[in-house]
């Protein structure tokens, strides 16, 4: 029988953060896949000189995350790829639309000609993120409970400005933007930020999604690895394999063993038995881990009657076009942005949203595109364009054939729209369907990509239900390290550096009584749950 420190379930790119901080540690770590490349849900594939993101393609995070930069990832192949101008949103038929510049200053330039005075409110706004980025990012990615690091926001903003910044982190994005700005262009910005997630713009904590993503891509844009995402999963495995760790692809895990309350090691696929002396990390669903891996005898009834109320974020349709020229946008910002949100604007956001939280195919949708040759000319040949469009189902109907062929052509009508005469220039064509997300990676259960809601019923204590939050569970050892857990989905490594960061804890002896007290706690909580 095997034996190592830790076993590190599934590679996504969680997991290969745990492994290379757990490997950085002096621990013997095993990574299994069961896929035949790393990477989860960051991953690409290539048919001759095109190159297509499986999942996700844009990661303002992943560049703004000091996980990630931390890991030195640029030793390892990682380059970052910028389009002229990050980011443009076209409402309806919107002959100029609104962009989001590289320079604040060009930003705030067209916001104040649609609406004078927004270009002043647009810098004082980035200015506020300049001044809690740092803080703010490590206390949403770095630790759990963050309570070092807000502190650290506290007094980096003052106990005067705490309370309306702890406000504005519940507010809906409408009302957000109707608070700091006059006209639509501002407002459009903040609100297809928001749509990033599946938080409704009337919800909230959507103004607070949608501040982020719109102050990152300020900050740092909407970049891409070069080469493809694929470039991001590569490196984080030369990486951990360079501090040590071992990945194994192509086999996964069939059962996590436990006895007396501890993990003990994992039974793989392929019939082999690695013992644990230390750890086992699952970046998986939660689902995988309580309802799959473990045996139903190791799991609280408390707890799987809490893990019956998980709610999946909405369910994906993504639609990839190769094109033979650029995209014939009819506005002007479209062209060399490279990403965009289309379709509505902030009051027809509400009705898409509204009308997909009723369960109903929006006859109109809403969509974010994106421009990944603009981006990177290296994703397919000299003057063609590799696009991708994804826009969401309501949950209740997801896999219906017909609601997938009624949202398809509801996009080629969009692009219609705003690009006379799109179509001519296409050359392929590849759609997945929610299903087929779910078929690549079974972590996206019913084409939901971003690990469950993002809603804040489901977010830090909550996630992925009560009384977890952070990556330990009810057994000593066994640790949860994927966009389940907070601070939930992206591309940022967060999770898996949380992970890693407890199991390191509990492992030295003056963390060991702090382990088994809340490993204990997290028990004596699922145990009785009426």
């Given at each position: 029988m095997?034996?190592?420190?830790?076993?590190?379930?599934?590679?996504g790119?969680?997991?290969?953060?745990?492994?290379?901080?757990?490997?950085?540690a002096?621990w013997?770590?095993?990574?299994?896949?069961?896929r035949?490349?790393?990477g989860?849900?960051?991953?690409?594939?290539?048919?001759?000189?095109?190159?297509e993101?499986e999942?996700s393609?844009?990661?303002p995070?992943?560049?703004?995350s000091?996980?990630?930069?931390?890991?030195?990832?640029?030793?390892?192949?990682?380059?970052?790829?910028h389009a002229?101008r990050?980011?443009a949103?076209?409402?309806?038929?919107?002959?100029?639309?609104?962009?989001?510049?590289?320079?604040?200053?060009?930003t705030a330039?067209?916001l104040?000609?649609?609406?004078p005075g927004?270009?002043?409110?647009?810098?004082?706004?980035?200015?506020?993120?300049?001044r809690?980025r740092?803080?703010?990012?490590?206390?949403?990615?770095?630790?759990?409970p963050?309570?070092?690091?807000?502190?650290?926001l506290?007094a980096?903003?003052?106990?005067?400005?705490?309370?309306?910044?702890?406000?504005?982190?519940?507010l809906?994005v409408?009302?957000?933007?109707r608070?700091?700005f006059?006209?639509?262009?501002?407002?459009?910005?903040?609100a297809?930020?928001?749509?990033?997630?599946?938080?409704?713009?009337t919800?909230?904590?959507?103004?607070?999604?949608g501040?982020?993503?719109?102050?990152?891509?300020q900050d740092?844009?909407?970049?891409?690895?070069?080469g493809?995402?694929?470039?991001?999963?590569r490196?984080l495995?030369?990486?951990?394999?360079?501090?040590?760790?071992?990945?194994?692809?192509?086999?996964?895990?069939?059962?996590?063993v436990?006895a007396?309350?501890?993990?003990h090691?994992?039974?793989?696929?392929?019939?082999?038995?690695?013992r644990v002396?230390?750890?086992?990390?699952?970046?998986t669903?939660?689902q995988?881990?309580?309802e799959d891996l473990?045996?139903p005898?190791?799991v609280?009834a408390?707890?799987?009657?809490r893990?019956?109320?998980?709610a999946?974020?909405?369910?994906?349709?993504?639609?990839n076009?190769?094109?033979?020229?650029?995209?014939?946008?009819?506005?002007?910002?479209a062209?060399?942005a490279?990403?965009?949100?289309?379709g509505?604007?902030?009051?027809?956001?509400i009705?898409?949203?509204?009308?997909?939280?009723?369960?109903?195919?929006p006859?109109?949708p809403?969509a974010?595109?994106?421009?990944?040759?603009?981006?990177?000319?290296?994703?397919?040949p000299?003057?063609?364009?590799?696009?991708?469009?994804y826009?969401?189902l309501?949950?209740?109907?997801?896999?219906a054939?017909?609601?997938?062929?009624?949202?398809?052509?509801?996009?080629e009508?969009?692009l219609e729209s705003?690009a006379?005469?799109?179509?001519q220039?296409?050359?392929?064509?590849?759609?997945?369907?929610?299903?087929?997300?779910?078929?690549a990676?079974?972590?996206?259960v019913?084409?939901?990509?971003?690990?469950?809601?993002q809603?804040?019923?489901?977010?830090?204590?909550?996630?992925?239900?009560t009384?977890?939050?952070?990556?330990?569970?009810?057994?000593?050892?066994l640790?949860?390290?994927s966009?389940?857990?907070?601070?939930g989905?992206?591309?940022?490594?967060?999770?898996?550096?949380l992970?890693?960061r407890?199991?390191?804890?509990?492992a030295?002896?003056?963390g060991?009584?702090?382990g088994?007290a809340l490993?204990?706690?997290?028990?004596?909580l699922?145990?009785?749950?009426?």
């Amino acid at each position: 029988m095997q034996t190592v420190d830790a076993v590190v379930v599934g590679a996504g790119h969680h997991g290969l953060v745990t492994a290379a901080l757990l490997a950085d540690a002096g621990w013997d770590v095993l990574v299994v896949e069961e896929r035949d490349e790393v990477g989860g849900a960051v991953a690409s594939r290539v048919d001759g000189d095109w190159v297509e993101d499986e999942f996700s393609a844009c990661h303002p995070l992943a560049l703004a995350s000091p996980v990630l930069r931390d890991l030195g990832l640029e030793h390892h192949g990682l380059e970052w790829a910028h389009a002229p101008r990050p980011l443009a949103h076209l409402a309806g038929r919107d002959r100029d639309g609104i962009a989001l510049h590289a320079d604040p200053l060009d930003t705030a330039a067209d916001l104040d000609r649609g609406h004078p005075g927004d270009g002043a409110a647009w810098l004082e706004m980035v200015e506020q993120w300049q001044r809690v980025r740092e803080p703010l990012i490590r206390a949403l990615l770095t630790r759990w409970p963050p309570v070092a690091d807000a502190a650290r926001l506290v007094a980096r903003i003052g106990l005067r400005e705490a309370p309306d910044l702890a406000r504005m982190a519940l507010l809906p994005v409408h009302q957000l933007a109707r608070e700091h700005f006059g006209g639509a262009g501002a407002a459009q910005l903040l609100a297809g930020n928001a749509m990033h997630a599946d938080i409704p713009p009337t919800a909230p904590g959507s103004g607070l999604y949608g501040w982020l993503m719109t102050m990152l891509c300020q900050d740092v844009g909407f970049p891409s690895p070069r080469g493809g995402t694929r470039q991001l999963a590569r490196a984080l495995r030369l990486r951990a394999e360079a501090a040590g760790a071992r990945v194994e692809t192509g086999v996964g895990a069939g059962r996590v063993v436990v006895a007396g309350g501890r993990v003990h090691g994992v039974e793989l696929s392929d019939g082999r038995r690695v013992r644990v002396r230390r750890a086992v990390v699952a970046d998986t669903s939660a689902q995988r881990l309580y309802e799959d891996l473990l045996d139903p005898a190791d799991v609280p009834a408390g707890l799987r009657r809490r893990l019956a109320r998980f709610a999946w974020d909405l369910p994906t349709l993504k639609l990839n076009l190769r094109l033979d020229a650029p995209v014939p946008w009819t506005a002007p910002q479209a062209r060399g942005a490279g990403v965009l949100h289309v379709g509505h604007d902030v009051p027809g956001l509400i009705r898409w949203s509204a009308e997909l939280e009723a369960g109903e195919v929006p006859g109109a949708p809403f969509a974010l595109v994106g421009q990944m040759s603009t981006i990177d000319p290296s994703r397919s040949p000299e003057g063609t364009e590799a696009l991708w469009l994804y826009t969401h189902l309501p949950r209740h109907r997801p896999a219906a054939a017909a609601a997938v062929a009624a949202t398809v052509e509801g996009c080629e009508r969009l692009l219609e729209s705003l690009a006379p005469g799109w179509s001519q220039h296409e050359v392929g064509r590849w759609v997945q369907t929610p299903g087929d997300l779910e078929g690549a990676d079974a972590n996206l259960v019913g084409g939901a990509v971003g690990g469950g809601t993002q809603q804040l019923f489901q977010q830090a204590l909550w996630r992925p239900v009560t009384g977890l939050g952070g990556p330990r569970t009810h057994v000593g050892g066994l640790y949860l390290g994927s966009a389940a857990t907070h601070p939930g989905g992206g591309v940022h490594g967060g999770c898996g550096h949380l992970a890693a960061r407890a199991a390191l804890q509990d492992a030295r002896w003056w963390g060991r009584p702090r382990g088994r007290a809340l490993t204990g706690a997290l028990r004596w909580l699922h145990d009785e749950q009426p």
